[in-house]
Nanobody, 125 residues
Framework: QVQLVESGGGLVQAGGSLRLSCAASGRTFSSYTMGWFRQAPGAEREFVAAISRSGGSTYYADSVKGRFTISRDSNTVYLQMNSLKPEDTAVYYC????????????????????WGKGTLVTVSS
């Protein structure tokens, strides 16, 4: 069992930065590929970024490539978001999955093992 708790969301102006954190409970954190998804009002949940169990491999959605950076340490995964745009406004969810690579997480939304409850990011124009 893994519990995920996100933090770091808030209101920021376009062009600004935010850093999201996802603290994971449990002693098997290193067994999970970790990722971030987001869901804007009226839209489906979409993949943002993922990082492999070792942290050596990452994968990003095209819409955030070059602006967002995912990283992890012993029990936390981070999402550094720079050059934010109004279209980045969404609830951001942390995800943990025991199977598959970081790239596979981008297409396996329905098979994710654990989800956090989300943190709201609002980017004003």
């Amino acid at each position: 069992q893994v519990q995920l708790v996100e933090s770091g969301g808030g209101l920021v102006q376009a062009g600004g930065s935010l850093r999201l954190s996802c603290a994971a409970s449990g002693r098997t954190f290193s067994s999970y590929t970790m990722g971030w998804f987001r869901q804007a009002p009226g839209a489906e949940r979409e993949f943002v970024a993922a990082i492999s169990r070792s942290g050596g491999s990452t994968y990003y959605a095209d819409s955030v490539k070059g602006r967002f950076t995912i990283s992890r340490d012993s029990n936390t995964v981070y999402l550094q978001m720079n050059s934010l745009k109004p279209e980045d406004t969404a609830v951001y969810y942390c995800a943990a999955d025991r199977s598959g690579s970081a790239q596979y997480m981008s297409i396996s939304k329905n098979g994710i093992d654990y989800w956090g409850k989300g943190t709201l990011v609002t980017v004003s124009s």
